[in-house]
């Protein structure tokens, strides 16, 4: 017998007239324990943090996240040594901290994260910082490890860390008759003239695309056997690039 469901906190599952958990207590004419993920239960909370701290976004990515993944090879991976505590972490924290450390966790990013909250409690972890992985902003926890390294390494990287947009919107505090004459104004000039704006490659790629696909034939069944004949010579002569074919 079912008594219970377990299930991600999205709108699709929870919601009061149409969620998939409502479909279901009405499907068999009796309620049911709601379980939540407790993984999405942290999500949610986190993401009303960072809603606030960077904004909100429609977009799957954190772009702060996202640029500071990109600077990962330039910046230095050490964390400085500090005089006073990040935060003030109390002794039962320090404890569970460590003894989470001597469990065996089935997910790899659970033990990364205790790492970098043992650094941040300043437990004695001799562990070097990984180089950031997944950001996408389902993944709760990808958050809070993006969050704990760079608060770990943002001091030995204070001027790669100037990610803001600052330094070529500042001229917006000028008045506009002067924006000519700012040096953040001309330099967003020769940004914004640059922009390629237009989708042109794109069209002309789809559109050749499809006409290779109708030169061709028009059967769907011999298009997947063309697409796969295709798939096949470009493993069994992977060497030959344009230039090389040029030369011959």
């Known amino acids: 017998m079912v008594i219970g469901m377990c299930f991600d906190t999205t709108a699709s599952n929870t919601g009061k007239l149409n969620g ?35 904004g909100t976004s429609t977009g799957p990515e954190i772009l702060f996240f996202k640029r500071f993944r990109e600077k990962w090879t330039e910046m ?9 505590s990040l935060i003030i972490v109390s002794d ?7 003894c989470q450390l001597e469990v065996r966790h089935s997910r790899d990013d659970y033990l990364e994260f205790l790492l970098l909250a043992a650094q941040i409690a300043e437990l004695l972890v001799d562990v070097a910082i990984r180089k950031p992985g997944a950001r996408h902003r389902a993944r709760w926890m990808a958050k809070a490890i993006y969050a704990l390294k760079i608060e770990l390494l943002f001091t030995v990287n204070k001027t790669i860390f100037n990610l803001n947009s600052s330094r070529i919107t500042s ?3 000028v008045l506009v008759e002067n924006w000519s004459d700012t040096p953040s104004f001309q330099v967003a000039a020769v940004f914004v003239k640059n922009l390629v704006c237009i989708n042109d490659s794109a069209e002309r790629g789809v559109a050749l695309v499809q006409h290779f696909n109708e030169t061709i034939t028009k059967d769907v069944e011999q298009k997947q056997f063309l697409l796969q004949v295709v798939e096949q010579h470009r493993k069994n002569f992977a060497e030959y690039t344009r230039e090389l074919l040029a030369k011959i």
């Open 20 to 54: 998939a958990c409502t479909l279901l207590e009405k499907a068999m004419g009796r309620n049911l324990v709601w379980m939540a993920c407790r993984h999405h239960k942290f999500e949610v909370l986190l993401a009303c943090i960072y809603s606030v701290c960077l």
């Open 76 to 84: 230095n991976h050490t964390p400085e040594a500090r005089s006073t």
């Open 92 to 98: 039962a924290i320090k404890a569970f901290i460590k």
């Open 171 to 173: 001229f917006l505090d």
